[in-house]
T-cell receptor, first 112, second 113 residues
Framework: DAKTTQPPSMDCAEGRAANLPCNHSTISGNEYVYWYRQIHSQGPQYIIH???NNETNEMTSLIITEDRKSSTLILPHATLRDTAVYYCIVRVWGGATNKLIFGTGTLLAVQP | GAVVSQHPSRVICKSGTSVKIECRSL??????MFWYRQFPKKSLMLMAT?????????EQGVEKDKFLINHASLTLSTLTVTSAHPEDSSFYIC?????????FGPGTRLTVL
């Protein structure tokens, strides 16, 4: 079973920041938080991952709470092309055989 | 990120036939690949874990004799849907896994008539 819960959907205005929350209250000490997104009829695309420190890349920022029980993915300036289902997943790091179990994700709809 | 390809991208077949889907890791050697199935408006459901040179491990409720998986090399895993029926129509997605992250293929749309 997925170990994360996310709101089923969110709307965001184009050009504004999109903040996508994720709850993972049962996360273990050796589990990382991963974010993927899936645009309609495509395979999931890796976005970012982190353990306990906040992470940033060219697309997004990942904010993980100090107790690691929740996190937020931030898209600072959402565009129409960011409309997708965003999945938050916890996975043990360091083993290729460690599964990625998907929850229901959040459908982010960026509005013009 | 790493590139994972799938072939074919879509396939239509008659009920009772078998369909093979290939998953290739194009720029890194994947000792482990995962196969997922996704129904419309649903999330990805893990079907099996494919390990190079050994038998696949199937998730509960997935019939191993119906969904045959072969992982003959570090860059290729195949999923064969045997004796396909309309209820097997779905979007099949593979993933090539490294120690730190996994990369996904573009998916294969299977339609069984």
């Amino acid at each position: 079973d997925a170990k994360t819960t996310q709101p089923p959907s969110m709307d965001c205005a184009e050009g504004r920041a999109a903040n996508l929350p994720c709850n993972h209250s049962t996360i273990s000490g050796n589990e990382y938080v991963y974010w993927y997104r899936q645009i309609h009829s495509q395979g999931p695309q890796y976005i970012i991952h982190g353990l306990k420190n906040n992470e940033t890349n060219e697309m997004t920022s990942l904010i993980i709470t100090e107790d690691r029980k929740s996190s937020t993915l931030i898209l600072p300036h959402a565009t129409l092309r960011d409309t997708a289902v965003y999945y938050c997943i916890v996975r043990v790091w360091g083993g290729a055989t460690n599964k990625l179990i998907f929850g229901t994700g959040t459908l982010l709809a960026v509005q013009p | 990120g790493a590139v994972v390809s799938q072939h074919p991208s879509r396939v239509i077949c008659k009920s009772g036939t078998s369909v093979k889907i290939e998953c290739r890791s194009l720029d890194f050697q994947a000792t482990t690949m995962f196969w997922y199935r996704q129904f419309p408006k649903k999330s990805l459901m893990l079907m099996a874990t494919s390990n190079e040179g050994s038998k696949a491990t199937y998730e509960q409720g997935v019939e191993k004799d119906k969904f045959l998986i072969n992982h003959a090399s570090l860059t290729l895993s195949t999923l064969t849907v045997t004796s396909a029926h309309p209820e097997d129509s779905s979007f099949y997605i593979c993933s090539a896994s490294g120690a730190e992250m996994a990369f996904f293929g573009p998916g294969t749309r299977l339609t069984v008539l």
